[in-house]
T-cell receptor, first 114, second 114 residues
Framework: AQSVSQHNHHVILSEAASLELGCNYSYGGTVNLFWYVQYPGQHLQLLLKYFSGDPLVKGIKGFEAEFIKSKFSFNLRKPSVQWSDTAEYFCAVNAGNAGNMLTFGGGTRLMVKP | GAVVSQHPSRVICKSGTSVKIECRSLDFQATTMFWYRQFPKKSLMLMATSNEGSKATYEQGVEKDKFLINHASLTLSTLTVTSAHPEDSSFYIC??????????FGSGTRLTVV
């Protein structure tokens, strides 16, 4: 079965700092990769996704992620964070043999100080 | 985009009673829906996959008799927490995959068992 690891559980940054959240998965076949964000008191929202093609994908609100197949990674980045980016971020994987099932990473709680 | 409506958003029940949570796909048909449970400071854990017209598929460690899932139509799946206990208090989220827009999540249900 596939698993997803997010290495940073809590991240605290000042506004304008750059962000990179790590995500690694354990499945050697075809994968679809996602990053979701959960703002305080709100439901999960899709930030970006990768299915195929250009491994550098751009999402909403200035986020991007790079799929590096050799490293089984899909790290999330943002050049300059804002206070409004304070939220919890989840990496998720749909492996080719898992039907429609998503496996989530443990989540990273980001706090951006104004 | 696709919309998944989850109801109720919050429920408080007495220990020993049952609670039903509804998950509806509003503008698409979902033959498969997913139920997740989010523990405090932890990620979403898949509880079960709800299949329209057939039995749900439960993940290891999830009690089938406690968490009853019914997917009677292409737009509605229900999760019933039977004989609820305080340890069942949690945040439950449903999800469905729209072929046009991908995964969409309900807004979640916070269950508190007193």
């Amino acid at each position: 079965a596939q698993s997803v690891s997010q290495h940073n559980h809590h991240v605290i940054l000042s506004e304008a700092a750059s962000l990179e959240l790590g995500c690694n998965y354990s499945y050697g076949g075809t994968v679809n990769l996602f990053w979701y964000v959960q703002y305080p008191g709100q439901h999960l929202q899709l930030l970006l996704k990768y299915f195929s093609g250009d491994p550098l994908v751009k999402g909403i609100k200035g986020f991007e992620a790079e799929f590096i197949k050799s490293k089984f990674s899909f790290n999330l980045r943002k050049p300059s964070v804002q206070w409004s980016d304070t939220a919890e971020y989840f990496c998720a994987v749909n492996a080719g043999n898992a039907g429609n099932m998503l496996t989530f990473g443990g989540g990273t709680r980001l706090m951006v100080k104004p | 985009g696709a919309v998944v409506s989850q109801h109720p958003s919050r429920v408080i029940c007495k220990s020993g009673t049952s609670v039903k949570i509804e998950c509806r796909s509003l503008d698409f048909q979902a033959t498969t829906m997913f139920w997740y449970r989010q523990f405090p400071k932890k990620s979403l854990m898949l509880m079960a996959t709800s299949n329209e017209g057939s039995k749900a598929t439960y993940e290891q460690g999830v009690e089938k008799d406690k968490f009853l899932i019914n997917h009677a139509s292409l737009t509605l799946s229900t999760l019933t927490v039977t004989s609820a206990h305080p340890e069942d208090s949690s945040f439950y989220i449903c999800s469905a995959r729209d072929p046009r827009y991908g995964y969409t999540f309900g807004s979640g249900t916070r269950l508190t068992v007193v």
